[in-house]
């Protein structure tokens, strides 16, 4: 099951379920536009998303399901049900939360990556909040550790507005596995230092699919009362 992805830029394709690009079409067009970019690999969210894009383009993708669940505040592929789904729809690996919090119906971790390399045949992408996380992963087979959720969870790193390129290293320095940045990734120059510090391949979303995003950015430059 093991899965080497390219050394190169994946592009999240996803969109809010209220925002004006929900919807399988539009996710179809962002993932054909980022493969004629040269994007190597696709991240994209439910079994909708995943199948018609799987149908558009042979990159590899990392599937993942969010859904959010009372009482648990893991929403990232929580559960074997979700990771099955992704796993009929079509993608190559499945990405899913890899922090100790609570998981939906007494779920663990352990279990669903067992799950997922016995039933499912397919390797793991670990999203973590810190080296911790990464650590246990590992440990527990996860093919890939990214830095996905590092900034956005109470126990792990703090938050910050640019990539966490100091848990990169340590996670490059520390994991035996490949190690995928993503998170805040805005720039090239970000993207060019992780590479430096032997990130296995970069993974962006807002900077390149959420045109809301973008243009709040430039909204932001203009001067008060222009």
């Known amino acids: 099951m093991t899965m080497m992805l390219p050394r190169g830029i994946i592009v999240s394709c996803q969109a809010t379920e209220a925002g004006p690009l929900a919807g399988a079409a539009f996710m179809v067009a962002m993932a054909r536009a980022a493969e004629w970019g040269g994007a190597v690999g696709i991240r994209a969210n439910s079994p909708e998303d995943i199948a018609a894009i799987r149908a558009a383009t042979h990159l590899p993708i990392i599937g993942l399901y969010k859904i959010h669940t009372p009482g648990s505040p ?17 993608c190559d690996l499945i990405a899913l939360d890899a922090t100790p919090r609570p998981r939906p119906n007494g779920q663990t971790l352990n ?37 996905t959720l590092a900034g956005y969870t109470a126990h792990g790193r703090p938050p910050i507005e640019e990539p966490d390129l100091e848990l990169l290293a340590e996670m490059v320095a520390h994991v035996r596995v490949p190690v995928v940045a993503e998170g805040r990734y805005h720039d090239p120059a970000q993207v060019a230092r992780a590479f430096e510090l032997g990130a296995a391949a970069v993974v962006i979303g807002n900077a390149i699919t959420n045109p809301q995003w973008l243009t709040r950015r430039y909204v932001r430059a203009v001067p008060s009362g222009a």
């Open 74 to 90: 893991v929403y990232i592929t929580p559960d074997c049900e979700a990771a099955a789904a992704i796993a009929r729809a079509g």
């Open 111 to 147: 279990a669903l990556i067992d799950y997922i390399h016995a039933e499912l045949r397919k390797p793991v992408m670990a999203d973590c909040s810190c080296l911790e996380d990464a650590l246990q992963a590992e440990a527990m087979g996860a093919e890939i550790v990214a830095t």
